[in-house]
Protein backbone atom coordinates (compact mmCIF):
# COMPACT_ATOMS: atom_id res chain seq x y z
CA UNK A 1 0.00 0.00 0.00
CA UNK A 2 2.81 2.08 0.58
CA UNK A 3 4.31 1.92 -2.47
CA UNK A 4 0.96 2.64 -4.33
CA UNK A 5 0.86 5.63 -2.53
CA UNK A 6 4.16 6.61 -3.62
CA UNK A 7 3.68 5.95 -7.03
CA UNK A 8 0.59 8.44 -6.85
CA UNK A 9 2.36 10.70 -5.09
CA UNK A 10 5.27 10.75 -7.72
CA UNK A 11 2.60 10.24 -10.70
CA UNK A 12 1.13 13.97 -9.24
CA UNK A 13 3.74 15.97 -9.27
CA UNK A 14 5.01 14.92 -13.26
CA UNK A 15 1.36 15.56 -14.00
CA UNK A 16 1.37 19.13 -11.73
CA UNK A 17 5.19 19.64 -13.39
CA UNK A 18 3.99 18.93 -16.75
CA UNK A 19 1.04 21.33 -16.36
CA UNK A 20 3.37 23.70 -15.61
CA UNK A 21 5.99 24.07 -18.37
CA UNK A 22 3.46 23.43 -20.92
CA UNK A 23 1.87 26.96 -20.22
CA UNK A 24 5.20 28.52 -19.89
CA UNK A 25 5.92 27.36 -23.27
CA UNK A 26 2.64 29.10 -24.12
CA UNK A 27 3.74 32.33 -22.65
CA UNK A 28 6.95 32.48 -24.37
CA UNK A 29 5.26 31.59 -27.26
CA UNK A 30 2.70 33.98 -27.55
CA UNK A 31 5.46 37.00 -26.42
CA UNK A 32 7.67 35.47 -29.13
CA UNK A 33 5.33 35.37 -32.21
CA UNK A 34 3.75 38.30 -31.19
CA UNK A 35 6.87 40.31 -31.18
CA UNK A 36 7.26 40.01 -35.18
CA UNK A 37 6.41 43.52 -37.21
CA UNK A 38 3.32 42.21 -39.22
CA UNK A 39 1.32 41.96 -35.82
CA UNK A 40 -0.93 45.41 -35.33
CA UNK A 41 -0.54 47.35 -31.58
CA UNK A 42 -3.71 45.71 -30.84
CA UNK A 43 -2.85 42.27 -31.33
CA UNK A 44 0.26 42.62 -28.83
CA UNK A 45 -1.94 44.41 -26.49
CA UNK A 46 -4.61 41.40 -27.01
CA UNK A 47 -1.18 38.98 -26.61
CA UNK A 48 -0.51 40.64 -22.72
CA UNK A 49 -3.95 40.00 -21.87
CA UNK A 50 -4.04 36.19 -23.47
CA UNK A 51 -1.49 35.87 -21.38
CA UNK A 52 -2.63 37.07 -18.12
CA UNK A 53 -5.68 34.64 -18.89
CA UNK A 54 -3.29 31.68 -19.03
CA UNK A 55 -1.34 32.48 -15.40
CA UNK A 56 -5.33 33.37 -13.98
CA UNK A 57 -5.90 29.80 -15.90
CA UNK A 58 -2.93 28.13 -14.35
CA UNK A 59 -3.49 29.59 -11.05
CA UNK A 60 -7.33 28.33 -10.98
CA UNK A 61 -6.14 24.34 -11.85
CA UNK A 62 -3.28 24.79 -9.21
CA UNK A 63 -4.28 26.25 -6.17
CA UNK A 64 -8.30 25.81 -6.12
CA UNK A 65 -9.66 22.58 -8.85
CA UNK A 66 -6.99 19.88 -8.11
CA UNK A 67 -7.66 20.96 -4.11
CA UNK A 68 -11.54 20.21 -4.97
CA UNK A 69 -12.07 23.89 -4.47
CA UNK A 70 -14.19 26.35 -7.03
CA UNK A 71 -13.33 30.16 -8.23
CA UNK A 72 -16.16 32.70 -7.83
CA UNK A 73 -18.61 33.84 -10.58
CA UNK A 74 -17.02 37.27 -10.32
CA UNK A 75 -13.23 35.59 -11.05
CA UNK A 76 -14.72 33.42 -13.95
CA UNK A 77 -16.54 36.56 -15.81
CA UNK A 78 -13.23 38.28 -15.23
CA UNK A 79 -11.50 35.58 -17.00
CA UNK A 80 -13.99 35.32 -19.75
CA UNK A 81 -13.69 39.22 -20.09
CA UNK A 82 -9.57 38.91 -20.39
CA UNK A 83 -9.64 36.21 -22.93
CA UNK A 84 -12.52 37.48 -25.58
CA UNK A 85 -11.97 40.96 -25.08
CA UNK A 86 -15.39 42.01 -24.30
CA UNK A 87 -16.11 45.59 -24.99
CA UNK A 88 -19.44 45.79 -22.92
CA UNK A 89 -19.21 47.31 -19.23
CA UNK A 90 -18.69 44.92 -16.59
CA UNK A 91 -22.77 44.70 -16.05
CA UNK A 92 -24.03 44.52 -19.72
CA UNK A 93 -21.11 41.47 -19.57
CA UNK A 94 -22.61 39.73 -16.51
CA UNK A 95 -25.96 40.00 -17.35
CA UNK A 96 -26.33 39.32 -20.69
CA UNK A 97 -28.20 36.21 -21.61
CA UNK A 98 -25.70 34.22 -23.11
CA UNK A 99 -23.33 34.79 -19.95
CA UNK A 100 -26.15 33.51 -17.99
CA UNK A 101 -26.71 30.18 -19.91
CA UNK A 102 -23.35 29.66 -19.59
CA UNK A 103 -22.40 30.24 -15.94
CA UNK A 104 -25.30 28.30 -15.40
CA UNK A 105 -22.97 25.46 -14.19
CA UNK A 106 -19.39 26.56 -12.82
CA UNK A 107 -16.99 26.67 -15.55
CA UNK A 108 -14.13 23.83 -15.58
CA UNK A 109 -10.33 24.34 -16.44
CA UNK A 110 -10.65 22.69 -19.66
CA UNK A 111 -13.51 25.65 -20.55
CA UNK A 112 -10.85 28.05 -19.78
CA UNK A 113 -8.51 26.82 -22.32
CA UNK A 114 -11.27 26.57 -24.79
CA UNK A 115 -11.99 30.40 -24.06
CA UNK A 116 -8.04 31.10 -24.59
CA UNK A 117 -8.00 29.30 -27.53
CA UNK A 118 -10.61 30.87 -29.10
CA UNK A 119 -9.89 34.31 -27.97
CA UNK A 120 -6.13 33.87 -29.38
CA UNK A 121 -7.83 32.88 -32.66
CA UNK A 122 -10.00 35.90 -32.67
CA UNK A 123 -7.87 38.69 -31.73
CA UNK A 124 -4.93 37.52 -33.21
CA UNK A 125 -5.48 37.24 -36.87
CA UNK A 126 -2.26 37.80 -37.88
CA UNK A 127 -1.43 34.16 -36.83
CA UNK A 128 -0.27 31.87 -39.37
CA UNK A 129 -1.27 28.16 -39.47
CA UNK A 130 2.12 26.95 -37.74
CA UNK A 131 2.32 29.11 -35.12
CA UNK A 132 -1.76 28.92 -34.10
CA UNK A 133 -1.05 24.95 -34.84
CA UNK A 134 1.62 25.15 -32.34
CA UNK A 135 0.12 26.67 -29.47
CA UNK A 136 -2.91 24.47 -29.91
CA UNK A 137 -0.73 21.54 -29.49
CA UNK A 138 0.43 22.79 -26.01
CA UNK A 139 -3.09 23.66 -24.93
CA UNK A 140 -3.94 19.84 -26.53
CA UNK A 141 -1.25 18.28 -23.94
CA UNK A 142 -2.54 20.45 -20.75
CA UNK A 143 -5.83 19.23 -21.24
CA UNK A 144 -4.20 15.44 -21.91
CA UNK A 145 -2.22 16.16 -18.02
CA UNK A 146 -5.28 17.53 -16.65
CA UNK A 147 -7.08 14.98 -17.07
CA UNK A 148 -5.13 12.58 -15.15
CA UNK A 149 -4.97 14.81 -12.40
CA UNK A 150 -8.57 14.20 -12.59
CA UNK A 151 -8.79 10.78 -12.54
CA UNK A 152 -5.97 10.31 -9.50
CA UNK A 153 -8.31 12.69 -7.90
CA UNK A 154 -11.82 10.92 -9.00
CA UNK A 155 -10.25 7.31 -8.06
CA UNK A 156 -8.55 7.68 -4.60
CA UNK A 157 -7.05 4.37 -2.72
CA UNK A 158 -9.96 2.34 -1.52
CA UNK A 159 -10.95 3.27 1.41
CA UNK A 160 -11.32 -0.49 2.75
CA UNK A 161 -7.91 -1.05 1.32
CA UNK A 162 -6.77 1.59 4.11
CA UNK A 163 -8.46 0.49 7.25
CA UNK A 164 -7.57 -3.52 6.88
CA UNK A 165 -4.04 -2.63 6.26
CA UNK A 166 -4.04 -0.97 9.52
CA UNK A 167 -6.05 -3.99 11.35
CA UNK A 168 -3.34 -6.25 10.01
CA UNK A 169 -0.21 -3.82 11.21
CA UNK A 170 -2.54 -3.90 14.45
CA UNK A 171 -2.60 -7.49 14.72
CA UNK A 172 1.05 -8.36 13.42
CA UNK A 173 2.40 -5.88 15.75
CA UNK A 174 0.28 -7.84 18.51
CA UNK A 175 1.46 -10.88 17.87
CA UNK A 176 5.33 -10.05 17.43
CA UNK A 177 5.95 -9.99 21.02
CA UNK A 178 5.34 -13.87 21.47
CA UNK A 179 7.32 -14.72 18.60
CA UNK A 180 10.15 -12.55 19.83
CA UNK A 181 10.26 -13.84 23.38
CA UNK A 182 12.09 -16.48 23.62
CA UNK A 183 15.03 -14.45 21.51
CA UNK A 184 14.98 -11.75 24.06
CA UNK A 185 14.48 -14.23 27.03
CA UNK A 186 18.42 -15.52 26.71
CA UNK A 187 19.67 -11.75 25.66
CA UNK A 188 21.53 -11.21 29.12
CA UNK A 189 23.24 -14.74 29.60
CA UNK A 190 26.63 -14.87 30.30
CA UNK A 191 26.79 -10.87 30.43
CA UNK A 192 27.11 -8.57 33.11
CA UNK A 193 23.01 -7.81 32.03
CA UNK A 194 22.10 -10.94 33.30
CA UNK A 195 20.85 -10.51 36.80
CA UNK A 196 19.42 -6.78 35.83
CA UNK A 197 15.66 -5.95 34.60
CA UNK A 198 15.71 -6.80 30.52
CA UNK A 199 13.11 -4.72 28.97
CA UNK A 200 14.52 -5.14 26.12
CA UNK A 201 11.63 -6.75 24.07
CA UNK A 202 9.78 -3.58 25.28
CA UNK A 203 12.29 -1.03 23.81
CA UNK A 204 12.03 -3.32 20.60
CA UNK A 205 8.50 -3.11 20.10
CA UNK A 206 7.90 0.34 20.47
CA UNK A 207 10.71 1.14 18.11
CA UNK A 208 9.50 -1.45 16.03
CA UNK A 209 5.79 -0.15 16.08
CA UNK A 210 7.09 3.66 15.49
CA UNK A 211 8.41 2.62 12.32
CA UNK A 212 5.75 1.03 11.22
CA UNK A 213 2.84 3.72 12.02
CA UNK A 214 5.11 6.06 11.10
CA UNK A 215 5.12 4.78 7.43
CA UNK A 216 1.71 3.93 7.53
CA UNK A 217 1.31 7.89 7.76
CA UNK A 218 3.03 9.23 6.00
CA UNK A 219 1.00 7.02 3.07
CA UNK A 220 -2.29 8.40 4.66
CA UNK A 221 -0.63 12.02 3.93
CA UNK A 222 0.75 11.50 0.36
CA UNK A 223 -2.27 9.39 -1.21
CA UNK A 224 -3.62 12.60 -2.40
CA UNK A 225 -0.47 14.45 -3.89
CA UNK A 226 -2.18 17.78 -4.60
CA UNK A 227 -3.11 18.30 -0.96
CA UNK A 228 0.70 17.99 -0.06
CA UNK A 229 2.43 19.12 -2.90
CA UNK A 230 3.59 23.22 -3.06
CA UNK A 231 1.66 24.38 -6.25
CA UNK A 232 1.26 27.91 -4.71
CA UNK A 233 4.93 27.66 -5.88
CA UNK A 234 4.15 26.54 -9.27
CA UNK A 235 2.01 29.86 -9.71
CA UNK A 236 4.51 31.99 -7.96
CA UNK A 237 7.15 30.78 -10.39
CA UNK A 238 4.98 31.25 -13.46
CA UNK A 239 4.09 34.93 -12.81
CA UNK A 240 7.58 35.65 -11.99
CA UNK A 241 8.55 34.26 -15.72
CA UNK A 242 5.28 35.50 -17.40
CA UNK A 243 6.69 39.31 -16.08
CA UNK A 244 10.34 38.99 -17.14
CA UNK A 245 9.55 37.78 -20.29
CA UNK A 246 7.15 40.49 -20.40
CA UNK A 247 9.65 42.88 -19.68
CA UNK A 248 11.83 41.40 -22.12
CA UNK A 249 9.67 42.05 -25.07
CA UNK A 250 8.75 45.64 -23.82
CA UNK A 251 12.63 46.09 -23.97
CA UNK A 252 13.01 44.48 -27.40
CA UNK A 253 9.83 47.13 -28.45
CA UNK A 254 11.76 49.78 -27.25
CA UNK A 255 14.91 48.77 -29.08
CA UNK A 256 13.17 48.73 -32.20
CA UNK A 257 11.58 52.06 -31.74
CA UNK A 258 15.05 53.72 -31.01
CA UNK A 259 16.32 52.09 -34.01
CA UNK A 260 13.46 52.89 -36.17
CA UNK A 261 13.83 56.94 -34.86
CA UNK A 262 17.49 56.41 -35.62
CA UNK A 263 17.08 55.42 -39.08
CA UNK A 264 14.63 57.59 -40.05
CA UNK A 265 17.56 60.71 -38.61
CA UNK A 266 19.65 59.24 -40.90
CA UNK A 267 17.99 59.06 -43.76
CA UNK A 268 16.67 62.57 -42.97
CA UNK A 269 20.10 63.79 -42.56
CA UNK A 270 21.11 61.87 -45.63
CA UNK A 271 18.75 63.85 -47.68
CA UNK A 272 19.30 67.29 -46.45
CA UNK A 273 23.22 66.45 -47.17
CA UNK A 274 22.10 65.44 -51.05
CA UNK A 275 19.74 68.30 -51.01
CA UNK A 276 22.48 71.03 -49.78
CA UNK A 277 24.80 69.35 -52.33
CA UNK A 278 22.59 70.00 -55.29
CA UNK A 279 21.91 73.22 -54.38
CA UNK A 280 25.59 73.84 -54.07
CA UNK A 281 26.36 72.55 -57.71
CA UNK A 282 23.37 74.45 -58.74
CA UNK A 283 24.70 77.51 -57.49
CA UNK A 284 27.74 77.12 -58.87
CA UNK A 285 26.67 76.23 -62.33
CA UNK A 286 24.63 79.43 -62.37
CA UNK A 287 27.50 82.20 -61.15
CA UNK A 288 29.77 80.10 -64.12
CA UNK A 289 27.02 80.62 -66.74
Not at 68 to 91: A, H, M, V, Y
Request: hydrophobic share 40%; net charge negative.
Amino acid sequence: RSDRAFDRFNLGSDYSWEITSQFKTIVRELFSFTAAQRFWPEERAAAYDLVEACVQLHGWIMMDHLRGKQISTKKQEKFLRLTLGSQKTNSDFANSEKMEQLMSTPLTPAVGVAAISLGMMRRLPSFDFQESTLIESQFGEIICALSKCEMMLRTPIPLGYTRYSVRFLWIWLSLLPFALVNKFAEFGIDTWWEDKPQPVLIFAMLFIGFIFFSIEDMSVQIEEPFSVLPLELHQKWLIQYAKQIETMNQLSDGLNEEQSINGTTEKQTTNSARISQNITVRAGEAMSD
